[in-house]
């Protein structure tokens, strides 16, 4: 993956895109040096994302179980954006 920067991004975005297209090239987008995000093919991106069925239920049901576990008072999202308000 090569690494571009932003603002050599917006001088040659019509020349990058065409090589993401044709070469499937890959590249990271960097700000003052920093990873911000990728430009990729858009099969490369599904294939990132991608997740089974069942590891989502998993995910899902280890999340209610840490959720279960918390302690503390309870409060409603009524009461939470009542107080941000003030």
Sequence with gaps: MKDIGIRELKARVSELVRHVAE???????????????????????????????SDAWKRMLALADRMAKQTGPRKSALQE??????
């Design 23 to 53: 070469e499937h090239t890959t590249y990271t987008i960097t700000r003052r040096g920093r990873p911000v995000g990728v430009l990729a093919p858009s099969d490369y991106v599904a294939a990132q994302a991608q997740v089974s069925g």
């Design 81 to 86: 954006l009542v107080k941000m308000r003030r």
